[in-house]
């Protein structure tokens, strides 16, 4: 698969809309005639009415024409649920509903990020709605929120405006208790140079203009590999068949071997007979370096013009040598050479891309001065934050075989894209390369093997043996969160019970301790239980043996969170957390003991999936549910929590009472 | 914790469809490129081009940093190259041969060298040995700009809306161009839009705002809502597990969001027309999106024993070809049949509808109630039954509407190789035929409940040449062959006959009850025209078309394979290759639009200053031509 890679990430709301199950509500065909169209329900019609009013969150004034929602996992007749623009004064009415605890009212309307009852900050949970028969709900009220917008212009060193180049916003997030820089919104420039970066949850944000040198072989097929990322906006390059020219033939000839692929980024000056330029990546406000970048503070409403940008071509060098190692074909390799500092970012963030040749050697064309990190693995994989899709400008000439999008427990808002690299198989490396102002040769990168991670699955006592049917993956996660490391995983079906994990980099690793139906109780790996600490593959050799020993007990905790008063705390959430203060960092992506809920209208909870171990829960605010992952939070909340000890199969209830948590 | 999921979408996937368009007929005349070939060696030769870059206009201006690509038969790879600051460009050592010479920058349209206007075919360039070719000129012409906001009806500006400038095209068949696809964009958080390097022609602008979540919409007045407020309030608590109380106020109307255009209409007939010429930037196309009546639509699927089929999906699709402007990919709303074999669809626009279901016979399987569809695939394998039925929705429900299945038709025939230099392809079992629906009717696959095209399964051929396609719903079908490595091999598809009509030329009908028989015939026989084109005095005239056309009438039309137009070289040298046999008559013009050629009326103007000239099989008519005398 190759060419514009497009994420998006959906509430999880949206799959409560599932297709009606045949036979269970049958539609019962009036009679003959036609009626004017209604919007009331010809099914599951009840006595109960919800009705409130949709208001802008800043400004107080209501948002007439939003659309207003409902959601309810505990309606199972499977009927999507009525909708109703809200009226010039903003209000809606819903009724004929049936009863249902779980009522969640959500809004929309163009420009707003999505408002649901009981939100009270833009992304935060969303709360529910009890209702019973000839119940109203009234005076529900939605809020509504303007989020930031930046933009800026983009001129070249003669003041004329760029067109089609890409600009992207960072942000810093906390992942498995460490920072990591990650990247938002891609805009491009239009006919004007002009972008705009809107949707911007409040935060700190540094804004960085792209550009990646992207070496193609001139052997590469012309045609798709060269797909340029233009998809981005209109107005890129466009290959135009009916002229007879191949459809994105937007590189150009260096030398015989070797072609610069211009897509979303500036079409550099021509080599001439001088030295090579080219326009290196910069951060606002011109600098090279994000250390060096100004981090500009986006509140709701922000519309921060301005952030403008002058690209300049600066000296540019060729950087060639060859691979070695690695048994198998080197055709078609790509090596990234990242800024340092910037290896965890993704597709976009290059200094420049290449394509290793058949007989192993390679060369980036148009490098600016500058360290970097060679980097090689066979699965590119990157986080991004933020709602919507991002199209993430790839480079030319990448061949992915298969491609995983997913979202991370341990950082509510970022999600990943993992890219698996067609041309390479289990090889991988990183190096320092610098880059100064005359060409870089004779480089040798050395292909280092990855490391295979094999065991066995035994089963403690009665637990079901896995059948047939059975499909589950078995994944190992960067400890610290590091996207660079990647994740790895073992499709386990057909009844095995004996598992290779392949192309494991090294370094060390969390176990998803969720398997399919099972929880991984321990693994061992010679003679040592590594379930809480983590599986260290940093010396390079495989790993084999590792007897992973699971059960089917699954563990929940419930129960009921009141506020001091011991009225229900609806809609505030919920958190488990472990009581080993080791386990408040480094814990991957998927921490199975951490977990959170948000409260019912009757303040009930539920926390499933836990693991066996000793927790602290404590109730917050829904704006709170989120404050798990930096560990102060954790340090203040553990004077307000209960402690909670869980076994495999305990089914516990805990109330809890609502504490008010300061992270100073 | 707020469970996320993520749905990943490949942009390009959908471009895939877009390809599959027909190619245009007219044609430079330079073959692709080039396949992969691991033992890869770059072209080279003695011989350089060079030449510079400017805007059109009177005063040309030179254009820096544009890519430059010279691309053909015997160059590879493609050469390309950036103009300097003042707008040049050189390729050195470039082989003898025939080349395309283009200009690409963002926000420009591309262009060859050569062509008259924007996006026209331009003038091939030969090179002989060691001939150094200097100070060519390129123009490059800068896109269209279309530029506006959005609003609601409120009055505010509405962000997040994609908005399209909409060519109106006529190609033979639905289907959108790469070009087309290039022309969206979102409107930002002022509601504004602005669309960049369009091409010149004339265009509509449309939004197309979308409502979250599924269900029906009711939007109520603020009378509405006063009345229905004060019902809650006069109501007394219903005890629990009582009847539901009847309302006293209906239901508010149900209305969904329409695809909206300039200047605030549903209808792209009464869309505002904007034609660009090249460089011109149109302001203020500001206009409000709309929300519409919608209807429900209720039947049930019975078989053709009249039990009522379960689990069944029915779709809701276009039922005519969309016209001029308006949206080549819709929407299909669909549902599932239920114990009763009822279905219900809501939210339904205004608009010409064809109801459809339909299940292969295997996947049937019976229930008490009757048929229940087993397993749904999306494979269309097996003996197919269907149903539609056209209907007119107008904002008022439509209820008991009955689809009773019946089985598919079936079309079958032979591949037939009439050769007298080559010998038949040993192996026929790798070649496919493949039908393709005139409406999106026949073929229709949905994925996620989009229109993704309008291709029959294709039907693999036997190896006596004879193939079978057992499940074809009533349409009218393009037919073409593919695969066998049939490109390039110097056979040429002559004809695919049924019922004495020729389908390439006229499409292959399938009408309820009815089925075909086709014979399909390949030839090594190619017959085609070519000459050199001179002016009055003697020189090689480049500058112009050179078109053929069939004689009889009958044939002219969209996509019809005997209306060929080429422009020569730079030599004067055309070829217009592989027309069926038959009377033609060649002129030559200046200038013309492709589109042109899809109008009898354009095609009459010419009859009179062409010249007539009958091809028959296998024969290589050469017919030199002087123009401008």
Same mark, same amino acid.
């Given at each position: 698969?190759?060419?514009?890679?497009?994420?998006?990430?959906?509430?999880?709301?949206?799959?409560?809309?599932?297709?009606?199950?045949?036979?269970?509500?049958?539609?019962?065909?009036?009679?003959?005639?036609?009626?004017?169209?209604?919007?009331?329900?010809?099914?599951?019609?009840?006595?109960?009415?919800?009705?409130?009013?949709?208001?802008?969150?800043?400004? $107080?004034?209501? #948002?007439?024409?939003?659309?207003?929602?409902?959601?309810?996992?505990?309606?199972?007749?499977?009927?999507?649920?009525?909708?109703?623009?809200?009226?010039?004064?903003?209000?809606?009415?819903?009724?004929?509903?049936?009863?249902?605890?779980?009522?969640?009212?959500?809004?929309?309307?163009? $420009?707003?990020?999505?408002?649901?009852?009981?939100?009270?900050?833009?992304?935060?949970?969303?709360?529910?709605?009890?209702?019973?028969?000839?119940?109203?709900?009234?005076?529900?009220?939605?809020?509504?929120?303007?989020?930031?917008?930046?933009?800026?212009?983009?001129?070249?060193?003669?003041?004329?405006?760029?067109? $089609?180049?890409?600009?992207?916003?960072?942000?810093?997030?906390?992942?498995?208790?460490?920072?990591?820089?990650?990247?938002?919104?891609?805009?491009?420039?239009?006919?004007?140079?002009?972008?705009?970066?809107?949707?911007?949850?409040?935060?700190?944000?540094?804004?960085?203009?792209?550009?990646?040198?992207?070496?193609?072989?001139?052997?590469?097929?012309?045609?798709?590999?060269?797909?340029?990322?233009?998809?981005?906006?209109?107005?890129?390059?466009?290959?135009?068949?009916?002229?007879?020219?191949?459809?994105?033939?937007?590189?150009?000839?260096?030398?015989?071997?070797?072609?610069?692929?211009?897509?979303?980024?500036?079409?550099?000056?021509?080599?001439?007979?001088?030295?090579?330029?080219?326009?290196?990546?910069?951060?606002?406000?011109?600098?090279?370096?994000?250390?060096?970048?100004?981090?500009?503070?986006?509140?709701?409403?922000?519309?921060?013009?301005?952030?403008?940008?002058?690209?300049?071509?600066?000296?540019?060098?060729?950087?060639?040598?060859?691979?070695?190692?690695?048994?198998?074909?080197?055709?078609?390799?790509?090596?990234?050479?990242?800024?340092?500092?910037?290896?965890?970012?993704?597709?976009?963030?290059?200094?420049?891309?290449?394509?290793?040749?058949?007989?192993?050697?390679?060369?980036?064309?148009?490098?600016?001065?500058?360290?970097?990190?060679?980097?090689?693995?066979?699965?590119?994989?990157?986080?991004?934050?933020?709602?919507?899709?991002?199209?993430?400008?790839?480079?030319? $000439?990448?061949?992915?075989?298969?491609?995983?999008?997913?979202?991370?427990?341990?950082?509510?808002?970022?999600?990943?894209?993992?890219?698996?690299?067609?041309?390479?198989?289990?090889?991988?490396?990183?190096?320092?390369?610098?880059?100064?102002?005359?060409?870089?040769?004779?480089?040798?990168?050395?292909?280092?093997?990855?490391?295979?991670?094999?065991?066995?699955?035994?089963?403690?006592?009665?637990?079901?043996?896995?059948?047939?049917?059975?499909?589950?993956?078995?994944?190992?996660?960067?400890?610290?969160?590091?996207?660079?490391?990647?994740?790895?995983?073992?499709?386990?079906?057909?009844?095995?019970?004996?598992?290779?994990?392949?192309?494991?980099?090294?370094?060390?690793?969390?176990?998803?301790?969720?398997?399919?139906?099972?929880?991984?109780?321990?693994?061992?790996?010679?003679?040592?239980?590594?379930?809480?600490?983590?599986?260290?593959?940093?010396?390079?050799?495989?790993?084999?043996?590792?007897?992973?020993?699971?059960?089917?007990?699954?563990?929940?905790?419930?129960?009921?969170?009141?506020?001091?008063?011991?009225?229900?705390?609806?809609?505030?959430?919920?958190?488990?957390?472990?009581?080993?203060?080791?386990?408040?960092?480094?814990?991957?992506?998927?921490?199975?003991?951490?977990?959170?809920?948000?409260?019912?209208?009757?303040?009930?909870?539920?926390?499933?999936?836990?693991?066996?171990?000793?927790?602290?829960?404590?109730?917050?605010?829904?704006?709170?549910?989120?404050?798990?992952?930096?560990?102060?939070?954790?340090?203040?909340?553990?004077?307000?929590?209960?402690?909670?000890?869980?076994?495999?199969?305990?089914?516990?209830?805990?109330?809890?009472?609502?504490?008010? #948590?300061?992270?100073? | 914790?707020?469970?996320?999921?993520?749905?990943?979408?490949?942009?390009?996937?959908?471009?895939?469809?877009?390809?599959?368009?027909?190619?245009?007929?007219?044609?430079?005349? !330079?073959?692709?490129?080039?396949?992969?070939?691991?033992?890869?060696?770059?072209?080279?030769?003695?011989?350089?081009?060079?030449?510079?870059?400017?805007?059109?206009?009177?005063?040309?201006?030179?254009?820096?940093?544009?890519?430059?690509?010279?691309?053909?038969?015997?160059?590879?790879?493609?050469?390309?190259?950036?103009?300097?600051?003042?707008?040049?460009?050189?390729?050195?050592?470039? &082989?003898?041969?025939?080349?395309?010479?283009?200009?690409?920058?963002?926000?420009?349209?591309?262009?060859?060298?050569?062509?008259?206007?924007?996006?026209?075919?331009?003038?091939?360039?030969?090179?002989?040995?060691?001939?150094?070719?200097?100070?060519?000129?390129?123009?490059?012409?800068?896109?269209?700009?279309?530029?506006?906001?959005?609003?609601?009806?409120?009055?505010?500006?509405?962000?997040?809306?994609?908005?399209?400038?909409?060519?109106?095209?006529?190609?033979?068949?639905?289907?959108?161009?790469?070009?087309?696809?290039?022309?969206?964009?979102?409107?930002?958080?002022?509601?504004?839009?602005?669309?960049?390097?369009?091409?010149?022609?004339?265009?509509?602008?449309?939004?197309?705002?979308?409502?979250?979540?599924?269900?029906?919409?009711?939007?109520?007045?603020?009378?509405?809502?006063?009345?229905?407020?004060?019902?809650?309030?006069?109501?007394?608590?219903?005890?629990?597990?009582?009847?539901?109380?009847?309302?006293?106020? &209906?239901?508010?109307?149900?209305?969904?969001?329409?695809?909206?255009?300039?200047?605030?209409?549903?209808?792209?007939?009464?869309?505002?027309?904007?034609?660009?010429?090249?460089?011109?930037?149109?302001?203020?196309?500001?206009?409000?999106?709309?929300?519409?009546? !919608?209807?429900?639509?209720?039947?049930?699927?019975?078989?053709?024993?009249?039990?009522?089929?379960?689990?069944?999906?029915?779709?809701?699709?276009?039922?005519?070809?969309?016209?001029?402007?308006?949206?080549?990919?819709?929407?299909?709303?669909?549902?599932?049949?239920?114990?009763?074999?009822?279905?219900?669809?809501?939210?339904?626009?205004?608009?010409?509808?064809?109801?459809?279901?339909?299940?292969?016979?295997?996947?049937?399987?019976?229930?008490?109630?009757?048929?229940?569809?087993?397993?749904?695939?999306?494979?269309?394998?097996?003996?197919?039954?269907?149903?539609?039925?056209?209907?007119?929705?107008?904002?008022?429900?439509?209820?008991?509407?009955?689809?009773?299945?019946?089985?598919?038709?079936?079309?079958?025939?032979?591949?037939?190789?009439?050769?007298?230099?080559?010998?038949?392809?040993?192996?026929?079992?790798?070649?496919?035929?493949?039908?393709?629906?005139?409406?999106?009717?026949?073929?229709?696959?949905?994925?996620?409940?989009?229109?993704?095209?309008?291709?029959?399964?294709?039907?693999?051929?036997?190896?006596?040449?004879?193939?079978?396609?057992?499940?074809?719903?009533?349409?009218?079908?393009?037919?073409?062959?593919?695969?066998?490595?049939?490109?390039?091999?110097?056979?040429?598809?002559?004809?695919?006959?049924?019922?004495?009509?020729?389908?390439?030329?006229?499409?292959?009908?399938?009408?309820?009850?009815?089925?075909?028989?086709?014979?399909?015939?390949?030839?090594?026989?190619?017959?085609?025209?070519?000459?050199?084109?001179?002016?009055?005095?003697?020189?090689?005239?480049?500058?112009?078309?050179?078109?053929?056309?069939?004689?009889?009438?009958?044939?002219?039309?969209?996509?019809?394979?005997?209306?060929?137009?080429?422009?020569?070289?730079?030599?004067?040298?055309?070829?217009?290759?592989?027309?069926?046999?038959?009377?033609?008559?060649?002129?030559?013009?200046? %200038?013309?639009?492709?589109?042109?050629? %899809?109008?009898?009326?354009?095609?009459?103007?010419?009859?009179?200053?062409?010249?007539?000239?009958?091809?028959?099989?296998?024969?290589?008519?050469?017919?030199?031509?002087?123009?401008?005398?």
């Amino acid at each position: 698969m190759r060419g514009i890679v497009t994420v998006s990430f959906a509430a999880v709301a949206v799959l409560a809309l599932v297709a009606r199950p045949a036979g269970q509500t049958p539609v019962v065909a009036r009679p003959g005639g036609t009626t004017a169209g209604s919007s009331g329900q010809s099914a599951a019609s009840g006595t109960g009415a919800i009705t409130g009013v949709v208001t802008d969150a800043t400004t $107080g004034q209501p #948002v007439p024409g939003a659309v207003v929602y409902l959601l309810s996992t505990s309606r199972r007749d499977g009927l999507p649920m009525p909708r109703m623009v809200a009226d010039p004064r903003g209000r809606f009415v819903f009724r004929d509903l049936p009863a249902a605890d779980d009522y969640q009212v959500g809004a929309s309307h163009f $420009g707003y990020e999505r408002g649901a009852y009981g939100r009270t900050e833009p992304g935060g949970p969303a709360g529910q709605v009890a209702l019973a028969d000839g119940q109203w709900v009234r005076d529900v009220s939605i809020r509504l929120w303007k989020l930031g917008v930046i933009s800026g212009r983009v001129v070249d060193e003669r003041n004329e405006p760029v067109v $089609g180049v890409a600009v992207r916003v960072f942000a810093t997030r906390s992942i498995a208790g460490r920072p990591y820089l990650v990247g938002g919104s891609v805009d491009s420039t239009d006919d004007r140079g002009v972008y705009r970066i809107a949707n911007l949850q409040p935060g700190r944000y540094q804004v960085a203009l792209l550009s990646v040198q992207s070496t193609i072989l001139a052997s590469t097929p012309e045609g798709a590999p060269l797909r340029p990322i233009g998809g981005l906006a209109s107005g890129g390059y466009s290959g135009n068949a009916r002229l007879g020219g191949a459809v994105g033939d937007a590189s150009v000839n260096l030398d015989d071997r070797h072609r610069l692929a211009i897509t979303n980024f500036g079409t550099p000056p021509p080599p001439g007979d001088g030295t090579p330029r080219a326009y290196p990546a910069q951060f606002y406000p011109g600098v090279r370096t994000h250390e060096a970048a100004e981090t500009l503070v986006v509140e709701l409403g922000t519309d921060r013009t301005g952030v403008d940008f002058q690209m300049r071509p600066v000296p540019a060098a060729r950087v060639s040598g060859r691979v070695e190692g690695g048994s198998g074909e080197v055709a078609n390799i790509m090596l990234r050479l990242m800024p340092e500092g910037l290896e965890r970012l993704d597709f976009g963030v290059e200094a420049a891309t290449t394509l290793v040749e058949p007989d192993g050697s390679f060369t980036f064309l148009n490098v600016p001065a500058g360290a970097y990190t060679l980097v090689m693995q066979p699965a590119i994989m990157a986080f991004s934050f933020g709602p919507g899709s991002i199209r993430l400008p790839e480079p030319a $000439g990448l061949v992915t075989s298969g491609i995983s999008v997913g979202s991370l427990r341990a950082a509510p808002d970022v999600g990943y894209l993992r890219s698996t690299v067609e041309h390479g198989g289990d090889v991988w490396a990183r190096q320092p390369v610098s880059v100064g102002s005359s060409d870089v040769t004779g480089l040798v990168v050395r292909l280092q093997p990855t490391v295979k991670v094999s065991g066995r699955i035994a089963f403690d006592g009665d637990t079901a043996r896995p059948t047939e049917r059975d499909a589950f993956r078995l994944a190992i996660e960067p400890a610290d969160g590091d996207p660079a490391l990647g994740t790895s995983s073992a499709f386990i079906r057909n009844g095995e019970t004996t598992f290779t994990i392949e192309g494991v980099l090294p370094g060390r690793y969390a176990l998803n301790r969720q398997l399919g139906r099972w929880y991984i109780m321990s693994a061992v790996w010679n003679g040592r239980d590594i379930t809480a600490s983590g599986l260290d593959t940093s010396t390079g050799g495989d790993v084999t043996d590792v007897v992973i020993t699971v059960t089917d007990k699954a563990i929940e905790l419930g129960g009921v969170a009141r506020d001091r008063q011991g009225q229900p705390a609806a809609a505030s959430a919920v958190i488990a957390f472990p009581v080993d203060r080791a386990r408040w960092t480094s814990y991957g992506w998927s921490p199975n003991d951490f977990r959170t809920a948000t409260a019912g209208a009757t303040g009930s909870f539920r926390l499933p999936y836990l693991v066996a171990g000793e927790y602290y829960v404590v109730a917050v605010d829904a704006a709170q549910a989120d404050a798990w992952t930096d560990p102060r939070f954790l340090e203040a909340a553990v004077p307000h929590a209960t402690r909670v000890t869980l076994d495999w199969g305990d089914h516990k209830t805990q109330d809890v009472v609502l504490a008010e #948590v300061v992270v100073r | 914790m707020r469970a996320r999921v993520a749905v990943l979408t490949l942009a390009c996937g959908a471009m895939v469809w877009f390809t599959a368009a027909p190619g245009s007929r007219l044609r430079a005349s !330079t073959p692709q490129t080039p396949a992969r070939d691991a033992t890869f060696q770059p072209t080279s030769g003695t011989a350089s081009l060079s030449g510079v870059v400017v805007t059109d206009g009177d005063t040309p201006t030179p254009v820096r940093r544009a890519i430059v690509t010279l691309s053909g038969d015997g160059l590879r790879p493609s050469r390309g190259a950036i103009t300097d600051d003042d707008g040049r460009f050189a390729f050195e050592r470039l &082989p003898a041969g025939r080349f395309i010479l283009t200009a690409a920058r963002p926000a420009f349209i591309t262009s060859a060298y050569g062509a008259k206007r924007p996006n026209r075919p331009g003038t091939a360039i030969t090179l002989s040995d060691g001939q150094a070719l200097a100070d060519l000129t390129l123009r490059l012409w800068r896109g269209g700009v279309l530029a506006g906001t959005l609003r609601d009806e409120f009055g505010r500006p509405v962000a997040g809306v994609p908005v399209e400038a909409v060519r109106a095209v006529t190609p033979p068949f639905p289907t959108p161009t790469l070009t087309l696809s290039n022309n969206g964009v979102t409107t930002d958080d002022a509601g504004e839009f602005r669309i960049f390097g369009l091409e010149p022609g004339t265009y509509v602008v449309r939004a197309s705002p979308s409502a979250p979540q599924t269900g029906t919409m009711g939007a109520p007045s603020e009378a509405d809502v006063d009345r229905m407020l004060d019902a809650l309030q006069r109501r007394a608590p219903a005890p629990i597990g009582s009847a539901p109380v009847q309302n006293d106020v &209906p239901d508010p109307p149900a209305v969904d969001f329409a695809p909206s255009y300039h200047p605030g209409t549903p209808r792209a007939a009464q869309a505002t027309r904007v034609t660009v010429v090249a460089g011109q930037t149109v302001t203020g196309l500001d206009f409000s999106i709309q929300r519409i009546a !919608t209807a429900t639509v209720e039947g049930r699927v019975i078989d053709d024993q009249g039990r009522p089929v379960v689990g069944i999906g029915v779709q809701l699709m276009p039922g005519a070809p969309p016209g001029p402007f308006e949206p080549r990919v819709p929407r299909a709303p669909s549902a599932t049949t239920d114990r009763e074999g009822a279905f219900s669809i809501s939210s339904i626009p205004p608009g010409e509808y064809r109801l459809f279901a339909r299940a292969a016979e295997r996947q049937l399987g019976l229930t008490e109630e009757g048929p229940a569809v087993t397993r749904m695939s999306s494979a269309m394998q097996g003996n197919l039954l269907w149903a539609y039925q056209d209907l007119a929705v107008t904002g008022n429900d439509v209820p008991g509407l009955v689809l009773r299945l019946q089985p598919a038709l079936r079309v079958a025939g032979r591949v037939v190789f009439d050769g007298q230099t080559l010998t038949p392809p040993e192996d026929l079992t790798s070649l496919r035929v493949v039908l393709r629906a005139d409406s999106v009717v026949g073929g229709a696959g949905f994925i996620n409940g989009v229109v993704q095209g309008n291709i029959v399964a294709p039907a693999s051929v036997a190896a006596d040449g004879t193939f079978e396609l057992p499940s074809v719903l009533p349409d009218t079908y393009r037919l073409s062959v593919t695969g066998g490595g049939l490109d390039g091999s110097g056979w040429w598809l002559a004809s695919a006959t049924a019922g004495g009509r020729d389908a390439l030329d006229f499409g292959l009908p399938i009408t309820p009850g009815g089925g075909a028989d086709v014979v399909i015939t390949f030839t090594d026989r190619h017959s085609g025209i070519s000459g050199t084109l001179q002016t009055a005095s003697g020189d090689p005239a480049s500058n112009v078309f050179v078109v053929a056309f069939a004689a009889d009438r009958t044939f002219w039309g969209p996509g019809s394979r005997r209306v060929q137009a080429v422009r020569p070289d730079v030599d004067g040298h055309y070829a217009i290759a592989d027309l069926p046999p038959g009377d033609y008559l060649l002129g030559a013009l200046s %200038d013309v639009d492709p589109e042109q050629f %899809d109008d009898p009326a354009f095609l009459d103007q010419l009859v009179p200053a062409s010249i007539r000239l009958p091809v028959a099989a296998g024969e290589q008519k050469v017919q030199d031509l002087r123009v401008g005398g």
